[in-house]
């Protein structure tokens, strides 16, 4: 973080336009957000391995699970990246939103002798309530979007796995013992391998909720 300020303070010194509020944004807000994103990029470069590797060792035991396991996963994250996007959507209106009623709250306090002299105190607080009643909505349908977006994960991650497992239990009973294709033995191993799939889904969501953020 401490790094990102010092670049962002070399960047605005050779700027010829200076928003004062703005640049105090940017080296409180943004320098730690930015700084943010080093952990979890660094989880999803080594979510690449982990992935290849799982997939890889499934592919060992069953070309279908691999396939079917891989197939979700890609479909999780290209999902999870839709909703990253409404996200950011929604964060730019809560910033906007922050930015307004910070103005209007600065307005009152620093007008507060002339508001109570000319007796429209009513006025002024009406017009800060409203826009903080407007922050606080932006604020819920963010989280809302962002409590949507672990539910779709969790849903999506559930029914792969469930999927999979289907899969890996399939068999016959020649002689009335369910004999299942993929051996005894190894279905535990497949299960612990799916679970191991679904790291790489959450740190890409972390890498990318970080991303829609800074």
Known sequence: ????????ASLMSRSPKRDTGALIAILNKDARSMAQ???PMILAFSAVGV???????????????????LGGLILTMLTLTWISKLLE???DVFRDKVGVSTSRASDVASSIRTILGLGAQRRMMDR????????????????SVQTWSYAVR??????????????ALRGAAPEGTWITEVPVGQ???????????TGPIWSVEMLLFSWRNA
């Open 51 to 69: 992935t290849a590797l799982g997939t890889w060792q499934l592919w060992g035991i069953s070309p279908a699970i691999a396939v079917v396991s």
């Open 128 to 143: 800060y309530g409203a826009t903080a009643q407007e922050v606080y909505t932006s604020q819920i349908r963010l989280e």
């Open 187 to 197: 279905l535990v191993t497949v299960v612990g391998l799916i679970n191991t799939l």
């Open 89 to 91: 959507k929604h964060a």
């Open 1 to 8: 973080e401490r790094d990102w300020r010092l670049y962002i």
């Open 37 to 39: 994103m080093w952990q």
């Open 154 to 167: 969790n849903l999506l991650v559930g029914s792969v796995t469930w999927v999979v497992i289907a899969l």
